[in-house]
């Protein structure tokens, strides 16, 4: 037996085809859905296609370091992000939030680094250790997760750190946790939710009990589902057609561009455009589960598989909340939603899938 190179130049240049094809069709998408959500804006769609190029790069760059790299970085990545969510809760900036913190011309979200720096951090912590973990693992573990994310529940930002936490925690499930353990937390959370309902911001409750009931109250909190929905009704089988959306272009759908662009993709392309838009992203995700399941090492498994289903996390909240089946908590719809951090986000982590599936040793027969 021997190593050797792949004889694949897109393999030995760190590139994988599936994935990238996925990640394209997925963006020409976004981008023609963005045309029109955003009344034909040019520059709109422009400045989008310029932060795919970024997030783009940005994956392909990070598929060029090899997981062991990124396993000894992680600790380090965490304590940046830490540090800047720290920064971030003491001089941070936002409309009724410290979510942003400005370093000269540079302005971004650092709670959008631990979307990739917890589940990277928690793998690597666990990948040397004996599994299934025992509950000091499990612990500290947890300590892990809920640091970041309870800074950034306090911004707040729910939706944010729903998404870290789930990555984390994912994390944690794929290690091989006890379901004994697994029942014991449900039934922590279940105790504890009415000391978390008293604990949340007004609007947050708003949220909850608006979608229970958003026919309470029409034209104020419940306002965003009831639009949502009928645009998705709307739609139909096949759609009113590109461009031809009357519920986003005669502007009763809000953030039409953004958190709720799948209600704009509803009304125009029906059942039929859902089917091929969910048939792109399992193409994706199965890709990603493909890739966990050939990892070579513990962390690589972890990593892999945290951040596919952290990316399912992403696509099963945002249709959810559009079509009023979940609280609107802004999760935006990946690689679709008008938006740059957390695009980048999303690419950045695609690009560790690409990096663990490429840097896998090719064993050829002597």
Known sequence: MRLGRS????????????????????????????YSASDHSLEVVAKQAARMALGFTSMIAVAQLSPLRLARWSPIIYAIGMVLLVATAIVGTGRGAHRWLELGPLRFQPSEIMKLAVPLTVAWFLSDKLLPPRLSLVGATLLLVAVPGAFIIEQPDLGTAILVMAAGLLVLF????????????????VVCAPIGWYTMHDYQRQRIITLLDPAADPLGAGYHIIQATIAVGSGGWSGKGWLNGTQSHLEFLPERATDFIFAVYCEEFGLLGVLVLLAAYLLVLIRGITIAMNAQDGFSRLIAASLTFTLFVYIFVNMGMVTGQLPVVGVPLPLISYGGTSLVTIMTGLGILMSIQTHRRFIVES
Do not use: E, K, Q, T
Not at 10 to 17: F, N, T
């Open 7 to 34: 004889g694949n130049l897109l393999v030995d240049l760190h590139i994988d085809a599936p994935l990238v094809g996925g990640v394209l069709l997925l963006c020409a998408v976004g981008l023609s859905v963005l």
């Open 174 to 189: 794929f290690a091989g946790i006890s379901w004994r353990l697994i029942g014991l937390a449900i039934a922590v959370c």
